[in-house]
């Protein structure tokens, strides 16, 4: 049998390049979109809702009644009363309720990847990277790894997630793609001490988030599986997915 | 002194993201444009235009008497004479005339640079390594390093060469760039037998000229110093630089 194929968008301005048709795309967005995600549905969030503004945050906020999330450059975005990190959404404050969220690169993708009409849309975070590759392996479909990066500028830890993936689960998978060998080089050298990769490379999110005191943020989430959870996008908002 | 600022555009549709003026840019297209202009000036010839499309190489060549030469897809293109192989360009053949050359990727990046309004517009190739980092270090201005991939995809070989050049030149320049950072990584993974690694990594590229039977061609242009020239882009010609 055929295998399905895999490949890797290392920019959001690369993703029209793929054809996303009966493909699942996996939206990556380590530092930290993903990462939260994954981290408030492994704490019970009943569900998240990602918006591509600020501005349509507080609406929603209002309209729902619920918690409201989001930065604008690393920072909590004014008008909106939580950030980005993982740290913010520990079981007992997130637990069964609904949070509106707008980060900087992560929302934009899975809008992008909604409108290109992909079967599926998942997140994908080192936090919970075993589910997603268990998913992948299990679905037997063409799979496509958009990564957010910045302002549509490639960026290392989203491309050394795509290569974690690719390393896991390629016996599965038909890869003829550079961009997903690049990746799959860059965690394979970088996977020993990720953080101590993107310190000692001059990573440009190392900086910025250092630069507001994120390093633990930063650690955190570039752990495996500390969110096991494999979060789906369905009518607009991410959920727990069901096992199939 | 402050020093200039580096980038890599790992495909022309992320060079928009970078501000090319007051610039360097260095057009990259490993396999195989820009090893052939490095072999053709090195092998003495007077000039080199590159065009856009093949009906503009047939009308040129005709306009101007000279040789017409490009690919299609790896092939020499219907209507033209010679093909984008170094091997086709030898001194006794090539010295003194003008080579009207059209490829798949690297000549529209030349025409991009240009239109962006780059300071100064230099090809890189493993052939020429040396004399394109020499120029780099000497001329202390801001670079882009901008890969032509295939079709706006990431390649490894150009992605391989815009990583030689961080390698060799990083002490004098400012690099806050992850793209330039995961192409040094690629680069000194895959150094010692980078024909080798295109092999093992199922290179798009290594399939498509092999399948050509070009094995000898990847080879040669992955080789460095063979054709040790800086071809620069003025008026629309490329020549060798003159130093400055």
Same mark, same amino acid.
């Given at each position: 049998?055929?295998?399905?194929?895999?490949?890797?968008?290392?920019?959001? #301005?690369?993703?029209? &390049?793929?054809?996303?048709?009966?493909?699942?795309?996996?939206?990556?967005?380590?530092?930290?979109?993903?990462?939260?995600?994954?981290? #408030?549905?492994?704490?019970?969030?009943?569900?998240? !809702?990602?918006?591509?503004?600020?501005?349509?945050?507080?609406?929603?906020?209002?309209?729902?009644?619920?918690?409201?999330?989001?930065?604008?450059?690393?920072?909590? #975005?004014?008008?909106?009363?939580?950030?980005?990190?993982?740290?913010?959404?520990?079981?007992?404050?997130?637990?069964?309720?609904?949070?509106?969220?707008?980060?900087?690169?992560?929302?934009?993708?899975?809008?992008?990847?909604?409108?290109?009409?992909?079967?599926?849309?998942?997140?994908?975070?080192?936090?919970?990277?075993?589910?997603?590759?268990?998913?992948? !392996?299990?679905?037997?479909?063409?799979?496509?790894?958009?990564?957010?990066?910045?302002?549509?500028?490639?960026?290392?830890?989203?491309?050394?997630?795509?290569?974690?993936?690719?390393?896991?689960?390629?016996?599965?998978?038909?890869?003829?793609?550079?961009?997903?060998?690049?990746?799959?080089?860059?965690?394979?050298?970088?996977?020993?001490?990720?953080?101590?990769?993107?310190?000692?490379?001059?990573?440009?999110?190392?900086?910025?988030?250092?630069?507001?005191?994120?390093?633990?943020?930063?650690? @955190?989430?570039?752990? @495996?599986? &500390?969110?096991?959870? &494999?979060?789906?996008?369905?009518?607009?908002? &991410?959920?727990?997915?069901?096992?199939?």
């Amino acid at each position: 049998m055929k295998k399905p194929s895999l490949h890797t968008a290392l920019s959001p #301005a690369l993703l029209h &390049l793929y054809d996303v048709n009966n493909t699942i795309v996996v939206v990556i967005d380590v530092l930290r979109a993903t990462s939260t995600i994954a981290t #408030a549905l492994y704490n019970g969030a009943k569900e998240i !809702i990602p918006v591509d503004s600020v501005q349509r945050c507080i609406q929603l906020g209002k309209e729902l009644e619920c918690i409201t999330a989001g930065e604008r450059d690393g920072q909590i #975005a004014p008008g909106l009363q939580y950030g980005n990190s993982s740290f913010e959404y520990p079981r007992e404050f997130i637990e069964g309720k609904t949070l509106v969220l707008t980060t900087t690169n992560g929302t934009k993708l899975l809008h992008m990847a909604l409108a290109k009409g992909a079967t599926e849309i998942i997140t994908g975070a080192f936090l919970n990277l075993s589910a997603v590759c268990e998913h992948l !392996i299990q679905m037997k479909k063409n799979v496509i790894l958009a990564c957010s990066g910045w302002k549509d500028r490639v960026n290392i830890e989203d491309t050394m997630l795509a290569g974690a993936v690719v390393s896991i689960v390629e016996e599965h998978f038909s890869i003829n793609c550079d961009s997903s060998r690049i990746a799959e080089t860059l965690y394979k050298k970088a996977r020993k001490d990720m953080y101590e990769f993107m310190k000692t490379n001059d990573a440009s999110h190392y900086h910025r988030l250092t630069n507001f005191g994120l390093e633990k943020d930063i650690r @955190h989430c570039l752990t @495996h599986d &500390l969110a096991n959870v &494999l979060p789906e996008y369905v009518n607009g908002k &991410l959920v727990v997915q069901k096992k199939k």
